[in-house]
């Protein structure tokens, strides 16, 4: 009973989650195409770095960022920083206001990634694939059976 429960519940992640890291790809493709067209480069401040500690290693930093946009919108959002670079900001002296150099549409301020970000559409495509495929997969061999 628990083996079929278990088998239903993981058929169930796959097809739900294959579409939507297909979903989250697709995303990340348009806003990392739209940005690199025409973004907007600008320097923001540094409010706040959040992570996470898992087996002792710290990960996933975030940055919570300030900053202005030229008609003098003030934007507070926040974006995932790689590990040496979180580190880096987070155990930056006090007196010293931490910055980031980000990139934003202008048409949508809160799109905003780091300005050297780059398009990783493609891990979020094939994960999505891969997972939907074994979802169907398992959803044949379990009709069949």
């Given at each position: 009973m628990?083996s079929?429960l278990?088998?239903?519940?993981i058929?169930l992640v796959l097809?739900?989650?294959g579409?939507?890291?297909?979903y989250a790809?697709?995303?990340?493709?348009k806003?990392?195409k739209?940005l690199a067209d025409h973004g907007?480069?600008?320097?923001?401040?540094?409010?706040?770095?959040?992570?996470s500690?898992?087996r002792?290693?710290?990960?996933?930093?975030?940055?919570?960022i300030t900053?202005?946009?030229?008609?003098?919108?003030?934007?507070s959002?926040?974006v995932?920083?790689?590990n040496?670079?979180?580190?880096?900001?987070?155990?930056?002296?006090?007196?010293?206001?931490a910055?980031?150099s980000v990139k934003?549409?202008?048409?949508?301020?809160?799109?905003?990634t780091?300005?050297?970000?780059k398009?990783?559409?493609?891990l979020?495509?094939?994960i999505g694939?891969?997972?939907?495929l074994i979802?169907?997969?398992m959803?044949?061999?379990?009709?069949r059976?």
């Amino acid at each position: 009973m628990f083996s079929k429960l278990r088998s239903i519940i993981i058929l169930l992640v796959l097809l739900i989650g294959g579409p939507v890291m297909l979903y989250a790809g697709f995303k990340e493709a348009k806003d990392s195409k739209a940005l690199a067209d025409h973004g907007v480069t600008v320097e923001a401040q540094v409010s706040e770095v959040t992570w996470s500690t898992k087996r002792g290693r710290e990960r996933n930093f975030h940055a919570k960022i300030t900053f202005a946009t030229p008609d003098g919108q003030s934007v507070s959002d926040s974006v995932s920083l790689s590990n040496d670079q979180g580190k880096a900001l987070r155990d930056q002296p006090d007196d010293k206001p931490a910055v980031l150099s980000v990139k934003y549409l202008p048409e949508d301020p809160h799109t905003v990634t780091l300005a050297n970000h780059k398009d990783e559409s493609g891990l979020f495509y094939g994960i999505g694939a891969v997972m939907l495929l074994i979802g169907l997969g398992m959803l044949v061999y379990r009709l069949r059976k």
